[in-house]
């Protein structure tokens, strides 16, 4: 099943489309269901799902924030560059935008606490909606990254936290098949019983 059709929150139509589209580019991109699940998340929590928007946070000078699209994109950190010379900002495309924070992800520093707690069985779907939220997005009310030693407590991470469990109320999102093990008990089955017939038949 995908990542979207497990999703139990109510999203609009535009809201599940932008969803969808974060599932295929991290699923493209190689990377595990449940990060696709905590990306939606965090996605959600940042912009709504809408592609186009941008930060309604105003700085004391009175400036507002330069943060744009799905992933909040800021011009001078993950979206510097992406607004090119005459004006268009592709940071407002939501697969482009995707496909930047994918780079954060695949980040041998900021992703690592993601790929370790993968590697060592986590499949908590609100677990990593606070680890990206911590390492990926690295928001200023999100606390030290989990690749520091100082203490990861805080308020913004815990309300994406909790926001994953509206998505996933079981708190995890199942495999795509080719990541089960039956899915490669069959190819392995399939593929002996090929060089098999084909041997006994030579």
């Known amino acids: 099943m995908s990542v979207t059709g497990q999703i139990r929150k109510a999203l609009t139509p535009q809201q599940m489309e932008m969803a969808k589209i974060i599932e295929r580019e991290f699923r493209r991109a190689g990377l595990p269901p449940v990060f696709a ?6 996605a959600y929590y940042e912009s709504g799902l809408d592609p186009g928007i941008q930060s309604a ?4 000078t009175g400036t507002r924030e330069d943060s744009v699209g799905l992933f909040q994109l800021y011009i001078h950190g993950a979206g510097k560059g992406m607004v090119l010379e005459d004006g268009t900002d592709l940071r407002a495309d939501p697969v482009i935008n995707t496909q930047r924070i994918i780079q ?8 690592k606490a993601m790929r370790d707690a ?23 009310a999100c606390g030290p990254p989990s690749w520091t030693s100082k203490s990861q407590s805080d308020t913004s991470k815990v ?11 079981r708190d995890k999102v199942r495999p795509y098949f ?3 093990w039956w899915f490669w008990t069959l190819v392995v089955a399939g593929t002996g ?7 006994t038949r030579s």
Do not use: H, M, W
């Not at 954060?104 to 992703?111: A, C, D, I, S």
């Open 193 to 199: 019983s090929g060089v098999y017939l084909y041997r």
């Open 159 to 169: 309300k994406r936290e909790k926001l994953a469990l509206e998505f996933f109320p």
């Open 118 to 140: 993968y590697a060592q069985g986590n499949r908590s779907v609100s677990y990593f909606s606070g680890l990206f939220a911590q390492d990926i997005e690295r928001c200023g």
């Open 178 to 180: 080719y990541q089960t």
């Open 37 to 42: 699940g905590a990306a939606i998340v965090n």
């Open 57 to 60: 946070y105003v700085f004391d």
């Open 104 to 111: 954060e992800v695949q980040n041998p520093k900021f992703g």
